[in-house]
């Protein structure tokens, strides 16, 4: 029998005659360490699957309908399966295996999803935005500087279902420092939740203290002395990518502040006091946005300006250099016209002296412009 089909059959764990059927059913297939993709009979979406008792790892692979009966038959500890891009059918056996809601399902298989934090009876969905900083060699108006992902996370009383979208924000780290303190993780799944918001917004501080430094380097050209000719397509770029940061991280401030304060079944008051640090942090990195993008606007403001600057310093120059040209268009306009009767035509000397007229008075000229700084 497929594990699909074994799934289908286990909807009532919560009875006693549940668990036995899945006892009955464990005994007819063999044993499969999920903990291998390669070798997860529910795909390869299956990033790992983990039973901790008192804060710690329990050794040996077992699968995961044998991991949660006896989660549930001893009542001790918690499972924590992690996947990443699920698809429907992967999806479904294990949200009828711990009675997930379909709307909440729905969310985690299809993502882009705004940050929230929702209740579905016992059970608590939360929608995080996980962001990364591109690195790049120079920045151009065509750079992406941030990429964005997703983490979904459902918190039982007994379970830590992880649905991770994107190709960053890897959990393993977050896994290693919970196993490297057995007194955190012993308190079950909501502290999980803790540790990966408080990963995702810890990732937004870095995040912007990255994307400060596209700033300064943007701000650096344009202040510099041919800040005029800079490229105002970074500016909007970055911009884009400014936006896109806040809509990571802005929405999050409100299931912060829930999971801080308002009261949730599968988290326990001595986890919410956590959850207060990490809202003091997302403060921070809002604020911190919000500065930037203000910086950002002062900067393009103040770039369009050295534009009609250097626009009206050109103008200037134009207008001297045309008045300057003027001069001798106009001597030499009027001596070409031929007349018998004009002052010195027949003089030896009246051409020599037209042409230094003209040159004195343009340089004349020359000098005020150049004095009045048109030149």
Not at 15 to 34: E, N, S
Not at 92 to 116: G, M, S
Not at 355 to 365: K, M, P, Q, T
């Amino acid at each position: 029998m497929s594990m699909a089909g074994n799934l289908r059959r286990v909807g009532s764990l919560r009875k006693v005659g549940g668990l036995r059927k899945v006892a009955r059913l464990a005994r007819r297939r063999p044993r499969v360490d999920l903990s291998h993709p390669a070798r997860s009979p529910l795909g390869s979406a299956v990033v790992n699957c983990v039973t901790y008792r008192e804060g710690v790892r329990e050794l040996g692979g077992r699968d995961l309908v044998e991991a949660v009966r006896r989660v549930r038959k001893t009542e001790d500890g918690f499972v924590w399966l992690g996947l990443h891009e699920p698809s429907e059918l992967e999806f479904a056996d294990v949200a009828e295996l711990f009675d997930l809601h379909p709307l909440a399902v729905e969310d985690a298989v299809h993502a882009h999803q705004r940050p929230k934090v929702e209740r579905y009876g016992q059970t608590l969905f939360a929608v995080l935005k996980t962001v990364c900083y591109v690195e790049h060699t120079e920045l151009t108006a065509t750079s992406e500087v941030v990429e964005t992902g997703e983490i979904m996370v459902f918190v039982g009383h007994d379970f830590v279902i992880t649905v991770r979208h994107g190709s960053h924000g890897s959990l393993g780290p977050v896994r290693e420092q919970l196993e490297s303190e057995p007194e955190q993780l012993a308190q079950g799944p909501a502290a999980v939740l803790h540790a990966i918001a408080d990963n995702v917004v810890d990732d937004y501080l870095t995040v912007i203290d990255d994307v400060q430094s596209d700033i300064d380097e943007v701000e650096a050209d344009v202040f510099a002395q041919n800040g005029a000719r800079a490229d105002p397509g970074r500016i909007y770029q970055l911009k884009r990518e400014l936006l896109e940061l806040k809509r990571a991280v802005m929405p999050l401030a409100r299931p912060i502040q829930e999971l801080s304060g308002r009261p949730f079944p599968a988290v326990p008051p001595q986890i919410q006091a956590y959850f207060r640090d990490v809202s003091d942090h997302l403060l921070r990195a809002s604020e911190q946005i919000a500065a930037f993008d203000e910086l950002l606007n002062s900067i393009l403001q103040a770039h369009l300006a050295q534009v009609t600057v250097a626009q009206n310093e050109d103008m200037r120059k134009i207008t001297a250099w045309a008045a300057i040209v003027a001069v001798p268009t106009m001597g030499c306009g009027v001596y070409g016209m031929n007349f018998d009767n004009m002052p010195e035509l027949h003089w030896r000397f009246g051409y020599p002296l037209v042409l230094s007229g003209i040159a004195v008075i343009c340089f004349v000229v020359y000098r005020g412009f150049k004095r009045n700084g048109w030149l």
